[in-house]
Nanobody, 126 residues
């Protein structure tokens, strides 16, 4: 069974930065693609960023382009989300997800991800 553990969330002032990490463990992995999603209070879960296995392809929601960067270290089975120039509207619970299907393609569709972490809270104060 796959376990995903997010870390790095917290409280930050607007304009600040945070780096989220998502560590995968539990069994031997094949190649996998990964994504970050977020859910604000009272809203649906929304796509943030995605990356394929090699890191050659990344996708971003329009709202975070130019501010967030997704990356990965396959040797450590860890995916990162560097968040800069944070805004109050970035406040949400952030979830990472992985899929071993079609690992060579990045995807923004949460339905394409089989394994999810428990989430980490990011709060941006104004």
């Amino acid at each position: 069974q796959v376990q995903l553990v997010e870390s790095g969330g917290g409280l930050v002032q607007a304009g600040g930065s945070l780096r989220l990490s998502c560590a995968a463990s539990g069994r031997t992995f094949n190649n996998y693609r990964a994504g970050w999603f977020r859910q604000a209070p009272g809203k649906e879960r929304a796509f943030v960023a995605a990356i394929n296995w090699s890191g050659s392809t990344t996708l971003y929601a329009d709202s975070v382009k130019g501010r967030f960067t997704i990356s990965r270290d396959n040797a450590k089975n860890t995916v990162y989300l560097q968040m800069n120039s944070l805004k109050p509207e970035d406040t949400a619970v952030y979830y990472c997800a992985i899929s071993e299907r079609m690992w060579y393609i990045a995807s923004a569709d949460p339905a394409n991800f089989a394994s999810w972490g428990q989430g980490t809270q990011v709060t941006v104060s104004s």
